[in-house]
C-alpha cells in the first residue's frame, strides 16, 4: 500500500490548511485511517483517527479546530486543520490500516505515508 499525502505549507498563526492522503495498491480493505504528527524532538502523536464506519477518534489538542473526514470511493483521508497554532507545527504522517491480496493470502498490515510538513508562524 502506497501512501501519498499533500497539503501541508506554512501558515500564520490562525490560519487553515488541509491535508489529504490518498491510498493506492493491491487493497481489499481499508480499515481506520488516521494522521499523526512529530515534532522535533518529540514523540510521533496521534492527531485524528476514523474508522470505515465513520468514527472518529481526535486528540484534545486540537479537538475543535481539526476534523478528520474521508472518502471511501477514493480511499483518501483528509485533515482540515483550522485556528493553527505554532504548536501545530510538525511533520504529519498518514497511517492507514488495511487487507491487502498477497500470494500467501490476506494480510492485515499498518502503513505509513512520507509525511508533510506543517509550519505555523507566529
Known amino acids: ?10 501558515v500564520q498563526a490562525g490560519g487553515s490548511l488541509r491535508l489529504s492522503c490518498a491510498a493506492s495498491g493491491n487493497i481489499l480493505r481499508i480499515n ?4 499523526y504528527r512529530q515534532a522535533p524532538g518529540m514523540e510521533r502523536e496521534l492527531v485524528a483517527a476514523i474508522t470505515s464506519g465513520g468514527s472518529t477518534n481526535v ?8 476534523t478528520i473526514s474521508r472518502d471511501n470511493a477514493k480511499n483518501t483521508v483528509y485533515l482540515q ?4 497554532k505554532p504548536e ?4 504529519y504522517y498518514c497511517n492507514t490500516n488495511a487487507a491487502t491480496a498477497q500470494s500467501v493470502g490476506t494480510i ?3 502503513y505509513w ?10
Do not use: C, H, Y
Open 1 to 10: 500500500v502506497q501512501l501519498q499525502a499533500s497539503g501541508g505549507g506554512l
Open 32 to 35: 481506520t485511517m488516521g494522521w
Open 59 to 66: 486528540a484534545d489538542s486540537v479537538k475543535g479546530r481539526f
Open 81 to 84: 486543520m483550522n485556528s493553527l
Open 88 to 91: 501545530d507545527t510538525a511533520v
Open 108 to 110: 492485515i498490515n499498518d
Open 113 to 122: 505515508g512520507q509525511g508533510t510538513e506543517v509550519t505555523v508562524s507566529s
